[in-house]
């Protein structure tokens, strides 16, 4: 079977913004470039109007960025980790995926080191992600702060135990690890902060802003003067396309202070400005899947890509491939949808495009016995569960295609690797999809957008997704005496654009909105322009 693949996502990621002050004085440069700027009065209204942008341009701009995505030479053989260590021996793969839940007590300093020389030969022998985050040194190190820790008592906690292995792997940027109730990437985890009050438009000489009829062209934004990184594709209130400052952070604020810099006269004047946290929408209490039409436009709305107790509405999903494939112009809302199985997606996909998705993800996936047990056991479930409830022959050719891969891996002794390396291909495309994003899209719904961005006219608007899709097949083990859970994957998916892995970052979309008016606020666009252009 063919592999899902990846496209290019450009991450910007913005520190140490700080104030400027006002400047009275000027250089001879800052007094020509205002003189620059300068226009008169009768000419602004008319050169607001003059300078925005229209769809053709936007879309145009959309496709080109998808085709003139960079690559780079890395390979995913350069992840490749051999090791001649012993694996997991039976026994020990069942205690270590034996379901436990936590508890609060004290263990010996015996029984955590135990534990650690566990954890520690589990990234070594079933983490995907071990070459990525530094190999042997780097773990190596933080195995040896963690046993000085634990060397100096006589007895620990399993919450204190708990948090010192979160502290200490830290530095392990992987969306989708934790370590007992603790994420491992927050500090990596960056949020859209923006301020869309003030609508900024473009032209020759720069990016502008009206405020009573006179044109303030922007001059730095902190003590940065590519400003260009700050201004974000946007829509405003009535759906037209504009500019507005936004900024990526790994703080938790609600709002975030920036000082941005105008050039008046011969004079650049300074003014502080907040940027607000974007909002996002969470999976729970919504249904897997809804479909509507608003103003004649089909909204296909999907939070989730694994079904709840007793449903069959990612059949429905899939379904609408066909159903809407002819249509002008649809709009894909997956704001939430933190994941699940990516065969979905690539189901849907085959029926909109009649292609299976190219995306040009390469990937490397480790087999220890832990691994070839649990793919074992979920082999014969997924087969009976999943090909008994939805009666899909093409859900069911695609499920032993993906698990008849593998028997090369389940069959290999020791730790090894399966390697698959795919092509990526665009697929043409006269219509118009709208793919609804946000800070909860994860894991397969990212891959989700990923496959999309391979076909022409998808546009992705919203804001940076979780960042959560570079470590996959993922599972949760227990250590045998702390009862802390370990959920880790085993496989390590590389896109095909750089900077090939993008946990914690996400995807960014192509047109910034960070509140809960996007589906308004597309809707709009779409009246604005489309009947402009009829």
């Given at each position: 079977?063919?592999?899902?693949t990846y496209g290019?996502?450009?991450?910007v990621i913005?520190?140490s913004?700080?104030s400027?002050v006002?400047?009275?004085n000027?250089?001879?440069?800052i007094?020509?470039e205002a003189?620059?700027?300068?226009?008169e009065n009768?000419?602004?209204?008319?050169?607001?109007?003059k300078?925005?942008?229209?769809?053709?341009?936007v879309q145009?701009m959309?496709n080109?960025k998808?085709?003139?995505?960079?690559?780079?030479?890395?390979?995913?053989d350069?992840?490749?980790?051999e090791?001649d260590?012993e694996?997991f021996t039976?026994?020990?793969a069942?205690?270590?995926l034996a379901?436990k839940?936590f508890?609060y007590?004290t263990i010996?300093k015996?029984?955590a080191l135990?534990d650690?020389?566990?954890?520690?030969r589990?990234?070594k022998?079933?983490?995907?992600?071990?070459t990525?985050?530094?190999?042997?040194?780097?773990?190596n190190e933080?195995?040896?702060?963690?046993e000085?820790?634990?060397?100096?008592?006589?007895k620990i906690s399993t919450?204190?135990?708990e948090?010192l292995l979160a502290?200490e792997l830290s530095?392990i940027?992987?969306?989708?690890?934790s370590?007992?109730r603790?994420?491992?990437n927050e500090?990596?985890n960056?949020?859209?902060?923006?301020?869309?009050?003030?609508?900024?438009h473009?032209?020759?000489?720069g990016?502008?802003?009206v405020?009573?009829e006179a044109?303030?062209?922007?001059h730095?934004?902190g003590n940065?003067?590519?400003?260009?990184e700050?201004?974000?594709?946007?829509?405003?209130?009535e759906g037209?396309?504009?500019y507005y400052?936004?900024?990526?952070?790994?703080?938790?604020?609600?709002?975030?202070k920036?000082?941005?810099?105008?050039i008046?006269?011969?004079?650049?004047i300074?003014?502080e400005?907040?940027?607000?946290?974007?909002?996002?929408k969470f999976?729970?209490?919504?249904?897997?899947?809804?479909?509507?039409?608003?103003?004649?436009?089909?909204?296909?709305?999907i939070?989730r890509f694994?079904?709840?107790?007793?449903?069959?509405?990612?059949?429905k999903?899939v379904?609408s491939g066909i159903?809407?494939?002819?249509e002008?112009?649809?709009?894909?809302?997956?704001?939430?949808n933190?994941?699940?199985?990516?065969?979905?997606?690539?189901l849907?996909?085959e029926?909109y495009?009649?292609h299976f998705?190219?995306?040009?993800?390469?990937?490397?996936t480790?087999?220890s016995?832990?691994?070839?047990k649990?793919?074992?056991?979920y082999?014969?479930n997924?087969?009976v569960?999943m090909?008994?409830k939805y009666?899909?022959p093409?859900?069911n050719l695609?499920?032993?295609?993906?698990?008849?891969?593998?028997?090369?891996?389940l069959?290999?002794?020791g730790?090894a690797y399966k390697?698959?390396?795919n092509?990526y291909?665009?697929?043409?495309n006269?219509r118009?999809v709208?793919?609804?994003v946000?800070?909860a899209?994860?894991?397969?719904?990212e891959?989700?957008?990923i496959k999309?961005k391979t076909?022409?006219n998808?546009?992705v608007?919203g804001?940076?997704?979780m960042g959560c899709m570079?470590?996959s097949?993922?599972?949760?083990?227990f250590?045998p005496n702390?009862s802390?859970?370990?959920?880790?994957g085993v496989?390590?998916?590389?896109q095909?654009n750089t900077p090939?892995?993008?946990?914690g970052?996400?995807?960014?979309p192509?047109?910034w909105?960070?509140?809960?008016k996007i589906?308004?606020?597309?809707l709009k666009?779409?009246?604005?322009?489309m009947n402009?252009?009829?």
């Open positions: 079977m063919k592999k899902t290019l996502i450009f991450v913005l520190l913004l700080y400027c006002s400047m009275s000027t250089n001879t440069s007094k020509d003189a620059n700027v300068e226009v009768t000419k602004r209204e008319t050169e607001v109007q300078n925005d942008l229209d769809f053709t341009s145009e959309v080109n998808r085709v003139e995505s960079v690559l780079s030479d890395v390979s995913i350069d992840y490749i980790f090791t260590d694996d039976e026994d020990e069942n205690m270590l379901y839940s508890e007590k010996t015996d029984s135990e650690i020389d566990y954890l520690f589990i990234f022998l079933q983490y995907g992600g071990y990525l985050f530094g190999g042997d040194k780097t773990f933080a195995r040896f702060r963690i000085d820790e634990v060397s100096k008592l006589d919450d204190v135990f948090e502290k530095f940027n992987d969306g989708h690890m370590i007992g603790k994420d491992i500090s990596f960056m949020k859209y902060y923006a301020n869309e009050k003030m609508p900024f473009k032209d020759e000489k990016y502008y802003t405020e009573k044109i303030k062209y922007l730095s934004v940065d003067m590519n400003v260009e700050y201004m974000k594709l946007s829509l405003d209130e037209k396309f504009v400052l936004g900024s990526l952070f790994s703080e938790n604020k609600g709002t975030e920036v000082n941005l810099e105008f008046d006269n011969d004079e650049l300074s003014v400005v907040s940027l607000t946290r974007s909002s996002k999976n729970r209490d919504m249904v897997t899947y809804e479909e509507e039409r608003i103003d004649g436009i089909p909204v296909i709305s939070r694994h079904e709840l107790d007793g449903e069959i509405e990612l059949k999903f379904e159903k809407y494939k002819d002008d112009i649809i709009i894909i809302d997956i704001r939430g933190l994941g699940g199985t990516s065969l979905w997606a690539e849907w996909y029926n495009t009649g998705p190219e995306s040009g993800t390469n990937r490397i480790r087999f016995n832990i691994y070839r649990l793919i074992s056991d082999k014969g997924m087969q569960d090909f008994d009666e899909m093409k859900l695609f499920i032993q295609e993906y698990l008849s891969a593998f028997e090369k891996g069959s290999s002794k730790v390697k698959d390396v092509a291909e665009r697929v043409g006269d118009l709208f793919l609804l946000d800070k899209v994860a894991s397969a719904g891959d989700f957008v999309l076909i022409d998808v546009i608007v804001t940076n997704t570079d470590i097949n993922n599972a949760h083990l250590l702390s802390v859970g370990v959920f880790l496989g390590l998916e590389m095909y090939h892995f993008f946990d970052v996400g995807i960014e192509d047109i909105i960070s509140n809960d589906l308004d606020k597309v666009m779409i009246k604005q322009y402009e252009e009829e």
